[in-house]
Each structure stands twice: as C-alpha cells, then as structure tokens.
C-alpha cells in the first residue's frame, strides 16, 4: 500500500475526471450490485446507509479525480467518510473487496474507455485514498479506544 502516486497515474485519472463525473452514479450502482451480489454478507453492514449513499461514493471518486495533486483539499470530506466507517467497524481487510468490484463495475461501464492503462491508474488511486482513510481511520480507532 503506498501514498505516493506516479505522475502518469495522477495525469490519467486527473483526464478522466469529466467521464468520471458523467458516470458516476452508474459507476457507484453498478459496484453495489456487484458487491452484494459477490459478497451477500456484506449487506448487513449496509443496512442503515441512506439511500443517497451511492451519490456521496459518486462524489467523493469525483472530487478525488479533480483534486488528485491536492489531497489536502478532501482532507475534511475524508474524515466524515472515515467516521462513518469507524461508528461501522470497517477494517483495513475489508478495502481489496471494495477496490476490485469497483474496478469492475468502472469497467463495465466504460466499456473501451476503460484501456488497461486507465485500469491501472485507477487502481492505483484507489490505493492511495484507501492508505489515506485507513490511517484516519486507524488514529480514530485509537481515540476510541483511549476513551474507553
Ligand atoms: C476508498 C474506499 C472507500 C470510499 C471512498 C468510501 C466512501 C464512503 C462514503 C462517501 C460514505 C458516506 C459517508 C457519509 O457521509 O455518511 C461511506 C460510508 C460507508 N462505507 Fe465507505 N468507502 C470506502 C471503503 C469502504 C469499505 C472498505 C467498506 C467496507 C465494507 C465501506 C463501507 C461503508 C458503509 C457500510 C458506509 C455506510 C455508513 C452509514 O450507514 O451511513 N466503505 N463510504
């Protein structure tokens, strides 16, 4: 797991950023369905997510497109994504099961866009903003647990 992105990871997923947009949420629904589909287990933890919860993992994979060289910027968006996850226990095993069927559902509807290079920078920077919200969320597991 590393933070550092490469600077042609960074170019592409940063060019992408308008397609990205333009299919966010049949990205983000599309990842659900495979999700729960792949992994039916996993819809527990989702139970009480609202409705919107598709839109704002929309939002976030879009501003993260944008704001890929500025990080500090979503810093705040990402600590009220890392809270949700530790009020849900979400743990640092669980981010390769998300990654891989979003991968496949940005894939799917795509379709030819979505070149293996564009795979590969994506995939990249899912790592990084998984590192980033790991280690908040790490530091907020720590808090909790001083409290206690
Ligand atoms: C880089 C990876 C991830 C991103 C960008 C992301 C993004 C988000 C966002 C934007 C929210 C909504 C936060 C809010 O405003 O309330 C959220 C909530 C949630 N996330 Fe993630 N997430 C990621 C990884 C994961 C993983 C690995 C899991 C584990 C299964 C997970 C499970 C959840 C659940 C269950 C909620 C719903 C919280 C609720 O009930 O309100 N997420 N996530």
């Known amino acids: 797991m590393r933070k550092q992105l490469s600077l042609r990871a960074i170019q592409i997923v940063k060019s992408s ?3 990205i947009t333009l299919n966010d949420t049949k990205i983000t629904t599309r990842m659900y369905e495979i ?4 992994y039916p287990k996993v819809k527990i933890i989702f ?3 609202p409705q919107d919860q598709y839109m704002k993992l929309a939002e976030i994979i879009s501003a993260y ?3 890929i060289d500025i990080l500090e910027k979503l ?3 990402l600590m009220v994504i890392a809270k949700a996850h530790v009020r849900l226990n979400i743990q640092p095993a669980q981010y390769p ?3 891989m069927v979003l991968m496949q559902a940005m894939e799917e509807v795509l379709g030819e866009k979505a070149t293996p ?3 590969d920078a994506w995939r990249e920077a899912y790592k990084s903003i998984s590192y980033v ?3 908040m969320e790490k530091e907020l597991y720590l808090q909790r647990r001083q409290k206690l």
């Open 17 to 19: 950023a308008e397609l």
């Open 35 to 38: 999700l729960f589909s792949k």
């Open 47 to 49: 139970k009480d997510a």
């Open 65 to 67: 497109a944008v704001n």
């Open 75 to 77: 810093e705040p968006a």
């Open 97 to 99: 099961m998300i990654g």
């Open 117 to 119: 290079e564009f795979m």
């Open 133 to 135: 919200l790991i280690e």
